[in-house]
């Protein structure tokens, strides 16, 4: 049972991160357009969602098992990109946020912005952890 559900979630992972990333794209693009910015100046914002994408990749094509075997992190992903894509959602359709109704965006830019820093603390920790479980490969029972 653990190892369908860990399937299912290791797909999972794979399909939430793409809709993270769009929402958190289709965001930053109204952002950087309410300020008059470039998208080339948000690019901080999307290099760990690359990197993830670039680490997975990795981990398709050279089947390490320590991560496609791994409950744990595989829920922790679906878990950290559900939360992106709530904390996108929230941006993006919560009435009850002020500063929304204030600014006439029908976004709460200020929410978001405040969110992207743990947001990608979440990100890197999961790239960091991957690349560990990559390294603790020798010493796998």
Known sequence: ???ILNRVLYLLKMLLLIF?????FYII???NQRLNKDLIESI???IPF???LLIFVINIIFHHQIIQNNFFYNFVCCFVFGLIIYVC???LFDPYMIVRIRQGYQMNFT?????MAPLQIMLYGLFISNILFILSKGKEA
Do not use: H
Request: aromatic share 20%.
């Open 1 to 3: 049972m653990i190892s």
């Open 20 to 24: 993270s990333f769009g929402l958190t």
């Open 29 to 31: 693009l109204f952002m």
């Open 44 to 46: 901080p914002v999307f």
């Open 50 to 52: 690359i990197t993830l």
């Open 89 to 91: 959602c929230r941006t």
């Open 111 to 115: 929410y978001f912005s405040d969110m």
